[in-house]
C-alpha cells in the first residue's frame, strides 16, 4: 500500500506505514499515512532560510508570472489529479471544484499580481499626506513582506483548493507556506503537491506539506508569522488560543463551518420562475460534494404559506438524484469522505430530528448504485423541516456536514431576518426575490451576520456562480461562528500577508522608501524630455514643467463646439456670473486636453500609448484670460514584459497665481531599448 510522505525542507519524509485511508466509494484501502515524525524545527528553518530569502530574489510581479505556469502546469495535469480524487467520494464535478477551481484561482492571483501590485516589494498604500504647514514634512503607508511563514492547516473536503487558495496570495505576498490537509483525504493533496515539486517552478522553500498531525509545529512559530485554519467551528477555537499564537500575537485566521440560509422573499410566489431558482439552488447546496461544502444551505427559510410547496418541489428533485458510485455516468452525488464522517452526519442528524421532522431521507428508496457501494460512505440527501424555528435551538446551533437542510418557515420579512442572523454568524446567505426594494431593505440587515450574500432573481441566474461558490475576487470567510476570518477578495487577500507600516519624512525621503514620486519631492529635470526616454532610462522623478498657455474665449467656443458640450457654464454669461464662479470657465476636459497639448512630445518614440486616467480631480476653475501650465513626473514604474513597461505618470496642472486647477495620473505603456 501506498505510504503518504511529507515534503519538509526539500525532502519527502516517511516510509513507514500508520493510518489507513479508505476509499469513500467502496471501503477498499488507498493509502496509509507515514508513521515518522516529521521535523518541525528543519521545516521552520527551512521556510526562514531558504523560502523566505528565496521568495524575496523576486518582486511581486515575478511571483506572478510563477503563479501562472504553475497553474498553466496543473491543468496539463489534471486527469493525474481527477483519478485519485474519485477515491474521496467526489463526482466530476464535485473534483472539477476542486482541482480545476484550484488552478483557476491560482490563474486569479498571477492576474491580481500583474494587474493590481508594482514591481518590487514595497507597496504604497497612498496617497502621502501633508503633516506640516510648508509641504517639508509628510506622512504615508507602505506594505511590506512579513519576512516570516504561513502555516495553512485545511479541511477534508477541498484537498486542493482548500490549500491552493491560502497558497496563492501568501506565495504573491512573498511568504512560505506549510500545508497540512486534512489526514481523511491527504492523499489527494499529497498527489497534487508532488506535481508541484516536479514542475520546478517554485522557488525552493515556498511549499512544505505536512501528513498527519502538526504536533510542536505551532510552538516554533513567531510573531512574523500567519496562521490560517478552515474546519470546524469547535477546532478554530482550540487553535485560536493556542498559548504560542496567543503569547506571540500570531495572526489567526479562521474560516469555519457555518449554518449557512437561504431565504425565501414573500414577493415570490409558486408560479414565478424565482420560486423554482429556490427550489434548485437548495437541492444543489444539498448534493453538490454531497453537501460537504463550508457554504451550503444548512437553514432553508421560507414563507410560512409556502413551506409544504417547497417541501414538495423538493422532495421531487431529491428523489431524482442518484447517488452512488461517482465513476457511474448517471450518478450525481457521491459519498461523503469517510465512515467517521459518515457516523458523525447520522449522529447529528438524530439530534436534529428531536425537535424537526423528517421530510426526505433513507426511509424514501435510499439505494447508492455501484459494485462495493455497501462499504462506502454513503449518506441519503435529508431534507427535514422545524415548523416553529424561532423556538428551536437546535436548528441553529447543530450543523449535519453532509447532504442535509432543514426547512424554516417565518411569518414576515422581519422573521426572516431573525432567522438569518440565529446562525450566529455564517459565511454566505441567499435571498430569493424579484423586488428591488426587498433585496434593499433585507441585504444591508443580514450582512451584519453574514460575509457574503447572493441576489438570486431570473436576471441573475443565467451567470450566477450559485450560492455555495467563493470567487477569488470576493472575500470569504464570516463573523461569529464562522470564524470571523476573510480570505481571497483579490488584492485584499495578499495584503493580509503583508505588514503595514506607518512612514514619515520629507516627500523626497518617502518617494525614495515608496519608489513612487510623492508631490513635494525633489524633481530631476536634465533637458531631455521624460517622454524620449525608453523604460529602462527613466527614473522615477524625472520632471518636465511645461511652457504655459493662455486660455481665450475661442478655446472655450471652439472645444464646445467639437465635443458638443454647450453647458451654461461655459457659453451663459449672464448664468454664469450668477453662479458660485462668477464667470464663464473653460470645460475641465479642455484644460485636461490643453494640458496634454503643452507636454505631449509628438515625434515616434518610447512612448507607445495611453491607456487612461487615474485620480482625476479638477481643483479649481480655469475662466477665460487665465494661463495654465502643467508638471509631468515619471510618478511609478511597473515592469510588465521583455519590451516594455507601464509608467504611471503625475500631472499637475497650475494657474498664472500657482494655485493647483487639475491634477491626475496618466498611465502609459513605454518600450524598452531595442535589443542588438
Not at 516589494?121 to 509641504?135: T, Y
Not at 453574514?450 to 472575500?475: C, F, M, N, Q, Y
Not at 507600516?501 to 519631492?521: I, N, Y
Request: aromatic content about 6%.
Amino acid at each position: 500500500m501506498k505510504v503518504l510522505q511529507s515534503y519538509i525542507a526539500g525532502q519527502w519524509v516517511g516510509r513507514e506505514g500508520a493510518q489507513q485511508l479508505r476509499s469513500a466509494v467502496n471501503g477498499k484501502p488507498v493509502a496509509s499515512t507515514h508513521g515518522e515524525k516529521p521535523d518541525f524545527a528543519q521545516a521552520v528553518e527551512h521556510a526562514r532560510k531558504a523560502g523566505v530569502p528565496n521568495l524575496l530574489k523576486l518582486d511581486f510581479q515575478q511571483r506572478a508570472e510563477r503563479l501562472k505556469a504553475l497553474a498553466k502546469f496543473l491543468n496539463e495535469r489534471k486527469e493525474e489529479l481527477y483519478a485519485v480524487s474519485a477515491h474521496t467520494g467526489a463526482t466530476r464535478t464535485d473534483s472539477w471544484i476542486d482541482i480545476e477551481g484550484g488552478s483557476g484561482t491560482l490563474f486569479a492571483y498571477a492576474s491580481v499580481g500583474t494587474n493590481e501590485l508594482p514591481s518590487g516589494n514595497v507597496v504604497h498604500e497612498g496617497p502621502a499626506m501633508a503633516l506640516g504647514k510648508k509641504g517639508g514634512f509628510a506622512g504615508t503607508h507602505i506594505l511590506v513582506p512579513r519576512g516570516g511563514l504561513a502555516v495553512h492547516i485545511n479541511a477534508f473536503n477541498f484537498p486542493i483548493w482548500g490549500l491552493l487558495e491560502k497558497f496563492a496570495p501568501s506565495f504573491l505576498a512573498g511568504v512560505p507556506c506549510i500545508g497540512k490537509p486534512a489526514t481523511s483525504t491527504s492523499y489527494l493533496t499529497e498527489a497534487m503537491v508532488r506535481l508541484v515539486v516536479e514542475s520546478g517552478i517554485l522557488p525552493e522553500g515556498s511549499l512544505q506539506l505536512v501528513i498527519g498531525s502538526t504536533g510542536d509545529l505551532l510552538d516554533r512559530l513567531d510573531g512574523s508569522d500567519v496562521v490560517t485554519f478552515t474546519g470546524s467551528a469547535d477546532t478554530a477555537a482550540k487553535l485560536r488560543v493556542h498559548p504560542n499564537v496567543v503569547r506571540s500575537s500570531i495572526p489567526f485566521n479562521a474560516e469555519a463551518d457555518s449554518l449557512n440560509m437561504a431565504v425565501l422573499a414573500p414577493d415570490v410566489t409558486p408560479d414565478d420562475e424565482e420560486f423554482d431558482l429556490y427550489v434548485k439552488e437548495v437541492a444543489r447546496e444539498m448534493t453538490v460534494k454531497a453537501g460537504q461544502k463550508c457554504t451550503a444551505i444548512r437553514r432553508a427559510i421560507v414563507p410560512k404559506k409556502y413551506v409544504d410547496e417547497v417541501a414538495s418541489r423538493l422532495k421531487a428533485r431529491l428523489a431524482k438524484t442518484v447517488v452512488g458510485d461517482p465513476s457511474l455516468e448517471d450518478v450525481r452525488m457521491g459519498a461523503l469522505a469517510s465512515l467517521d464522517q459518515k457516523a458523525d452526519v447520522a449522529a447529528r442528524v438524530a439530534a436534529l430530528m428531536k425537535s424537526a421532522e423528517l421530510v426526505f431521507g433513507e426511509r424514501d428508496g435510499f439505494a447508492p448504485k455501484g459494485e462495493g457501494v455497501a462499504e462506502g460512505a454513503f449518506f441519503a440527501p435529508t431534507l427535514l423541516l422545524a415548523r416553529k424555528p424561532m423556538a428551536d435551538a437546535a436548528v441553529h446551533d447543530i450543523e449535519a456536514f453532509g447532504p442535509v437542510s432543514t426547512l424554516m418557515a417565518y411569518e414576515d420579512i422581519d422573521e426572516a431576518l431573525a432567522l438569518a442572523a440565529k446562525g450566529k454568524g455564517s459565511l454566505v446567505g441567499t435571498l430569493v426575490t424579484k423586488d428591488p426594494q426587498v433585496a434593499a431593505r433585507f441585504v444591508p440587515a443580514a450582512a451584519a451576520t453574514h460575509g457574503r450574500i447572493l441576489i438570486l432573481d431570473r436576471e441573475a441566474a443565467a451567470e450566477s456562480t450559485g450560492h455555495g461558490s467563493p470567487l477569488p475576487v470576493l472575500k470569504h470567510g464570516g463573523p461569529g461562528r464562522a470564524g470571523g476570518g476573510e480570505e481571497l477578495g483579490g488584492v485584499r487577500a495578499v495584503k493580509h500577508y503583508l505588514q503595514r507600516a506607518a512612514v514619515q519624512g520629507s516627500p523626497t525621503m518617502l518617494a525614495a522608501v515608496t519608489r513612487e514620486h510623492v508631490r513635494g519631492a525633489k524633481v530631476h529635470e536634465d533637458g531631455v524630455h521624460p517622454f524620449r526616454k525608453h523604460f529602462e532610462d527613466l527614473a522615477i522623478g524625472d520632471s518636465l514643467l511645461t511652457h504655459r498657455r493662455t486660455v481665450s474665449e475661442a478655446d472655450i467656443v471652439n472645444f464646445g463646439g467639437i465635443s458638443g458640450d454647450y453647458f451654461y457654464m461655459h457659453f451663459d454669461e449672464i448664468a454664469a456670473k450668477e453662479s458660485p464662479f462668477g464667470k464663464r470657465i473653460a470645460h475641465g476636459y479642455f484644460v485636461l486636453s490643453a494640458a496634454a497639448g503643452l507636454f505631449v512630445s509628438p515625434a515616434p518614440g518610447p512612448v507607445l500609448a495611453n491607456y487612461g486616467l487615474d485620480t482625476l480631480r479638477f481643483v479649481k476653475p480655469v475662466g477665460i484670460g487665465d494661463t495654465i501650465q502643467a508638471r509631468l513626473t515619471a510618478k511609478r514604474k511597473i515592469d510588465k514584459k521583455k519590451d516594455q513597461g507601464v509608467v504611471a505618470w503625475d500631472v499637475e496642472v497650475t494657474n498664472q497665481a500657482g494655485e493647483l486647477v487639475a491634477s491626475y495620473d496618466i498611465l502609459t505603456l513605454v518600450a524598452k531599448r531595442p535589443v542588438a
